[in-house]
Antibody
Framework: QITLKESGPTLMKPTQTLTLTCSLS??????????VGWIRQPPGKALEWLAI???????RYSPSLKNRLTITQDTLKNQVVFTMTNVDPVDTATYYC???????????????????WGQGTLVTVSS | QSVLTQPPSVSAAPGQKVTISCSGS????????VSWFQQLPGTAPKLLIY???KRPSGIPDRFAGSKSGTSATLGITGLQTGDEADYYC???????????FGGGTKVSVL
């Protein structure tokens, strides 16, 4: 059974650094053709894509946030860690991690689609 | 303002059909595969359609996706009360991405 579970703080103060962990079950973060991405959703608003790390360690970031984001993988713990620096109240959102699966006979970052999602974790930024 | 444009809401009576459009450009829908996600109230998004028109295992054929040029469409036939949810399109974007989502469409069953 494939599952993803996000964990981390629920309340942050402005300027702090947010660190979230995505724990994976049923698949390996380093398996060929796998990626793990982060997506967030402010209350009552649309989904916003943030970052992805691929099975080979390659990473992609949202252009508007790339200076604040870092995504890494821990193959021993089978986890993906996401950090966002200098948080602000506008960063209040539910943060999801999701598995990216590469379609057959395709190479490149545009070959992945998100087939399994975690339940999400709500992070509130407030002074 | 989302890169992909969806109508804010659509509605229909039980048993009827609704269609949700997703409009993009050559850098996203025009050159990449489209996915659709269903988000029931208070839950995480769930993959509904991938590669424009493919359904994951367990998704009923009442849900159908298509793509033409720089637009994609999700159709839901035989509408049920359990289909009330927000629906999002998403795809890779070589210019604004890497990945972009639509603004979401709320489906209501009258």
């Amino acid at each position: 059974q494939i599952t993803l579970k996000e964990s981390g703080p629920t309340l942050m103060k402005p300027t702090q650094t947010l660190t979230l962990t995505c724990s994976l079950s049923g698949f390996s973060v380093s398996a060929d053709g796998v990626g793990v991405g982060w997506i967030r959703q402010p209350p009552g608003k649309a989904l916003e894509w943030l970052a992805i790390i691929f099975w080979d360690g390659d990473m992609r970031y949202s252009p508007s946030l790339k200076n604040r984001l870092t995504i890494t993988q821990d193959t021993l713990k089978n986890q993906v860690v996401f950090t966002m620096t200098n948080v602000d109240p506008v960063d209040t959102a539910t943060y999801y991690c999701a598995r990216g699966t590469r379609r057959p006979r395709c190479s490149g970052g545009n070959c992945y689609f998100y087939d399994y999602w975690g339940q999400g974790t709500l992070v509130t930024v407030s002074s | 303002q989302s890169v992909l444009t969806q109508p804010p809401s659509v509605s229909a009576a039980p048993g009827q059909k609704v269609t949700i459009s997703c409009s993009g450009s050559s850098s996203n829908i025009g050159s990449n595969y489209v996915s659709w996600f269903q988000q029931l109230p208070g839950t995480a998004p769930k993959l509904l359609i991938y590669d424009n028109d493919k359904r994951p295992s367990g998704i009923p054929d009442r849900f159908a996706g298509s793509k033409s040029g720089t637009s994609a469409t999700l159709g839901i036939t035989g509408l049920q009360t359990g289909d009330e949810a927000d629906y999002y399109c998403g795809t890779w974007d070589g210019r604004w991405g890497p990945w972009v989502f639509g603004g979401g469409t709320k489906v209501s069953v009258l």
